[in-house]
């Protein structure tokens, strides 16, 4: 089955420490994207990326970082310049922007808490 | 500043009971409104895209209708199982290098009680 993929679902970690989370698709998709969700806000775009090897800045990319060097994978790391971690971080891809499409499909989220 | 508002923030009906939740933009520009739902927990599950004012699409109970300035998702006989928090969200036009940025708006939670 085509989809995308979040791993873990729940992530502890201590104030200080970067942590990475995982999001890889196999819908053959070109553009992916990272979101936070927070508890009464709407989605806020952290980072997107249209290509391989091509990443930009999204609404609130300050403390985080990512890299596409597989066009399946598009993994985000939370750093400990990043001031409020805690919450609900989901990724997304859409099918090609170049043609036109862009409909996003999100993956089942990664749910971080820093303490 | 563009902005995307979503109401009512919450709505209870009793099952069977139709009603529409609404999405309106203050936003220039719009190149296409998308309809998501988010069950508790869970990354939202893409829905519907309306392009043009006038344009309808439906899925099962669920029909999504633009006007130039708002967006209805119309819920007819809902049951339980339709309950689950409704996010529209709007992309607007970037220029030739549009990358699709989607402005989301911060849902709708729906109740269904049976």
């Known amino acids: 089955d085509g989809g995308i993929t979040q791993s873990p679902k729940y992530l502890f970690r201590k104030e200080g420490q970067n942590v990475t989370l995982s999001c890889e698709q196999n819908l053959n998709h070109d553009a992916m994207y990272w979101y936070r969700q927070d508890p009464g806000q709407g989605l806020r775009l952290i980072y997107y990326s249209q290509i391989v090897n091509d990443f930009q800045k999204g609404d609130i990319a300050e403390g985080y970082s990512v890299s596409r060097e597989k066009k399946e994978s598009f993994p985000l790391t939370v750093t400990s310049a990043q001031k409020n971690p805690t919450a609900f971080y989901l990724c997304?891809?859409?099918?090609?922007?170049?043609?036109?499409?862009?409909?996003?499909?999100f993956g089942p989220g990664t749910r971080l808490t820093v303490t | 500043e563009d902005q995307v508002t979503q109401s009512p923030e919450a709505l209870r009906l009793q099952e069977g009971e139709s009603s529409s939740l609404n999405c309106s933009y203050t936003v220039s520009g719009l190149r296409g409104l998308f309809w998501y739902r988010q069950d508790p927990g869970k990354g939202p599950e893409f829905l519907f895209t309306?392009?043009?004012a006038g344009e309808e699409k439906e899925k099962e109970r669920l029909k999504a209708t633009l006007t130039k300035k708002e967006s209805f998702l119309h819920i007819t006989a809902p049951k339980p199982e339709d309950s689950a928090t409704y996010l529209c969200?709007?992309?607007?036009?970037?220029?030739?290098?549009?990358?699709?940025?989607?402005?989301f708006g911060q849902g709708t939670i729906l109740t269904v009680h049976p």
């Open positions: 969200a709007v992309r607007l036009w970037a220029g030739g290098t549009s990358y699709g940025k989607l402005t």
């Open positions: 309306l392009y043009s």
């Open positions: 997304a891809s859409s099918l090609s922007i170049r043609v036109g499409v862009y409909e996003q499909y």
